[in-house]
């Protein structure tokens, strides 16, 4: 069985062009952006969840033709302002408005190093066992969420096979909207490729996805 890891996506936009001897960025503001989003002083409400919500929530064109890091850019921006720290006017001229309060939690080179070792961890402990043995047989809700979620569109209402189990982890879904984390049991479900897409996919194909406990159902 092939496997095919964090597929997301969706349908229509053509195969994945892969660009010989791509450099690890096209530009130095590309590398710079990154930095700062990783090691920046950011609003407490501000995760790994809220950031992929904010992306997912830019306009449609800006989405589709806007550069990766440019997109950083855009959504640290609306963070920043969402929390007060910036207004339109000092995000378009990129300088404080005169008078304006200085914020007092800047960043530290030591603060910065922790935070890009640690951000990224999202394991939690949580009293209740596993709801799933691996080997179970499940099914994914067919649900339409207005907000974030890491259930893929064309991965709803389909069986699969609960193939290991992850731990808790930190529940996208409501962390990305700031309702807590809410960890729940997180697993890896293979689903074949012909369940996914039809008869025409390839019969020893499948899919593995991470989806967390409340993403299934169990089935026969």
């Not at 700062?36 to 409400?45: K, L, R």
Request: negative net charge.
């Amino acid at each position: 069985m092939n496997g095919i890891h964090d597929l997301g996506g969706m349908h229509g936009f053509g195969p994945i062009e892969r660009e010989a001897s791509e450099p690890m960025f096209h530009a130095p503001w590309e590398g710079r952006m990154l930095g700062i989003s990783q090691s920046a002083t950011m609003p407490d409400d501000f995760s790994i969840d809220r950031f992929r919500f904010i992306r997912e929530s830019l306009a449609p064109v800006d989405y589709l033709e806007r550069d990766y890091y440019d997109q950083w850019y855009m959504l640290t921006a609306v963070a920043y302002y969402e929390a007060g720290w910036a207004d339109a006017s000092e995000l378009r001229s990129g300088h404080a408005a005169p008078g304006s309060r200085r914020h007092q939690g800047a960043m530290t080179p030591e603060r910065a190093r922790w935070a890009v070792k640690n951000a990224g961890y999202f394991q939690r402990d949580v009293a209740a066992p596993p709801r799933f043995a691996i080997g179970a047989p499940v099914v994914t809700l067919n649900m339409h969420p207005t907000g974030h979620t890491r259930l893929p569109r064309y991965a709803r209402g389909k069986r699969g096979i609960v193939h290991a189990q992850r731990g808790a982890h930190v529940f996208p879904d409501s962390n990305a909207h700031g309702r807590g984390e809410n960890p729940q049991h997180l697993y890896a479900v293979a689903i074949s490729a012909r369940e996914l897409w039809g008869r025409e996919a390839g019969a020893n194909d499948a899919v593995y996805l991470d989806l967390w406990e409340s993403y299934l159902e169990p089935t026969t």
